[in-house]
């Protein structure tokens, strides 16, 4: 399961890396820094939202513990 997300992300960031090139290339920077802001807020929410799964998991398993 792992693998399969470490791949699915390598290739998600290999087609923003194409498009932002190609963009860069063909004079169209705007464009370019228009994906690279977007891919930075989803990056950012992607990341709050594991850390805050995580800390979900951390206390419940602590409340879970207390109580035995």
């Known amino acids: 399961m792992q693998k399969g997300k470490l791949w699915l992300t390598a290739l998600i ?11 860069m290339y063909s ?12 891919g930075g807020v989803l990056l950012t929410g992607y990341f709050a939202g594991f850390g805050r799964g995580k800390a979900v998991v ?11």
Do not use: C, M
Request: no cysteine; net charge negative; aromatic share 8%.
């Open 13 to 23: 960031a290999s087609f923003v890396l194409i498009i932002v090139i190609y963009a």
């Open 27 to 38: 004079n169209n920077t705007g464009f370019a820094l228009e994906i690279l802001k977007i």
């Open 58 to 68: 951390l206390e419940r398993q602590q409340k879970e513990n207390q109580d035995d």
